[in-house]
């Protein structure tokens, strides 16, 4: 398997909560490399075009406004099989159905305050990379 760049949010609810670097942690443990990152505060506006393919969703205004509600950090992960690597480390949308010793089991709060997004596919990975990242931010 190829190296693969992937997209990862810290939500507020893990910035908050001061956990970033616990977070962070469990990435680097798991052989990913943190090759981008920002903490950064998303407006209206970037939430809901990052979240748009859910806006028929009856989650989707809870959603934007969770992720407006404090700052995120965005990153770049880079590693073997990084997008499927990542989402195993992530653990379940749901945290109550989560595997122990995922990032979600470990510190989520709720299926909306679940502490981290990850790209689910190569092409949503580069798209997702794009909206926060120019190729001068990424340094691998
Ligand atoms: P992910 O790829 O595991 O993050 O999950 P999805 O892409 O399906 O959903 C995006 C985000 O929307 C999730 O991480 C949750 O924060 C939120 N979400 C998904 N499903 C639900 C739901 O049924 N209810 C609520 N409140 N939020 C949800």
Redesign the pocket.
Known sequence: MAVQRTFSIIKPDATKRNLTGKVNAMIEDAGLRIVGQRRVQLSEDQAKKF?EV?AE?P?YG??VK?MTSGPVVVQVLEGENAIAKYREV?G??NPAEADAGTIRAAFAES??A?TV??S?APETAAEEIAQFFTDADIVG
């Open positions: 979240y859910h969703r989650f809870d959603l969770f992530m379940a949308t299926i909306d679940n997004h990850g689910d």
